[in-house]
């Protein structure tokens, strides 16, 4: 059973930016800020917090005790098996949670404390302070930790991480195809993830940054092709796609060791690293497809291995798309990008 995880912010902020900051991870999402009660007055949030205040939601305290309507806990510094030990002993005396500070050795300790308390009730937050080791937090023993506390004073950062819990969600809508033609050969991009894909499973592929189409991954197979389950033939080498951290990049900078978005047909998106890059040259298709006043294209593979998703969840070639066809894509209205990040009211169009 999947653990109800959360990732909780610790705002790296100064006073003056703590609003329009605590603003920006409250509508990604983010439910609880490690931060004094006292600093959120006068400021209009949701978050619960988690402090050494009684004026907390999740109270950290020196000892085990009970608030009416708080969640208790306490925080350890992690640097033997004996402070391992103290953990479970005050756990066993009725905590809500604990917060786990651990330096050099990460995995091992947080493996031993999360295998000891995992028939108990208390949760177990562990502190981070750069995205990697919110992953490495969330994935040890597969089962991972309950929430992290990461540090930061970046939004895309905290887009970055959500990924990692699988809570990341993008909106994908029917576009409409308005066109099909045959553009010649081109060089296009297979990429080869080390993860395996499932059914319904691809990547966001377009020619404009704000229109991307989902690409279906090589799971299917056929009577002439094996199945490949670890791959997107995603489209041209000039073609977008996102990143974990909400920045684009072109399918021609993508190589081993690059980290892409996965995202199924419901828009619920995970992160895959690339194992390989394979660029060549084939016959290609050009396709535009419409959302609402948005029109996108994209310079696909001209084979019948490669699909889009269909609104009701088929799969359908590229080669037996046809005008009037809706597929899924994502769309939003344009914006500047300087090196794949977005800029806020930078004129732009992009044909």
């Not at 319904?200 to 592929?205: F, K, P, Q, R």
């Amino acid at each position: 059973m999947t653990k109800n995880r959360e990732l909780i912010i610790s705002p790296k902020v100064s006073r003056g930016q703590l609003g329009k900051f605590l603003a920006e991870i409250e509508s990604e999402g983010i439910k609880i800020v490690n931060v004094d009660p006292q600093n959120l007055r006068g400021l209009r949030t949701k978050l619960s917090t988690l402090y050494t205040s009684q004026s907390a939601s999740y109270v950290i305290v020196d000892r085990p005790t009970k608030s009416k309507g708080k969640k208790i806990g306490m925080r350890f510094k992690v640097l033997s098996n004996h402070d391992i030990e103290d953990i479970l002993k005050f756990a066993k005396m009725g905590l809500d949670f604990v917060v786990v500070d651990v330096t050099d050795w990460k995995i091992i300790p947080l493996e031993n404390i999360i295998a000891k308390l995992h028939k108990l009730h208390t949760k177990v937050f562990a502190t981070a302070k750069n995205p990697d080791e919110v992953r490495k937090m969330f994935s040890i023993l597969e089962i991972g930790v309950d929430g992290v506390i990461f540090s930061t004073n970046s939004i895309n950062e905290v887009r970055e991480v959500l990924v990692y819990l699988g809570t990341k969600n993008f909106e994908l809508k029917s576009a409409k195809i308005l066109e099909i033609k045959e553009v010649g050969n081109g060089e296009r991009v297979c990429v080869d993830t080390a993860s395996m894909l499932g059914r319904g499973e691809g990547m966001l592929i377009g020619s404009r940054s704000n229109f991307l189409f989902l690409v279906h991954n090589e799971s299917v197979g056929s009577s002439f092709t094996s199945p490949r389950p670890f791959r997107v033939n995603a489209g041209a080498v000039h073609c977008y796609t996102l990143s974990p951290d909400g920045t684009t990049k072109y399918l021609s900078e993508l190589e081993t060791g690059s980290e892409v978005l996965i995202l199924d047909s419901h828009g619920r998106a995970r992160r895959a690293t690339v194992g390989r890059s394979k660029i060549e040259s084939r016959p290609m298709l050009m396709i535009k497809a419409q959302i609402g006043n948005e029109i996108g294209g994209i310079i696909a593979q001209n084979a019948e291995t490669i699909r889009f998703v269909k609104p009701n969840g088929h799969l359908i070639s590229v080669t037996h798309l046809k005008k009037g066809d809706t597929v899924l894509a994502h769309a939003k209205i344009a914006t500047g990008r300087h090196f794949g990040m977005e800029v806020d009211d930078e004129y732009i169009v992009e044909k």
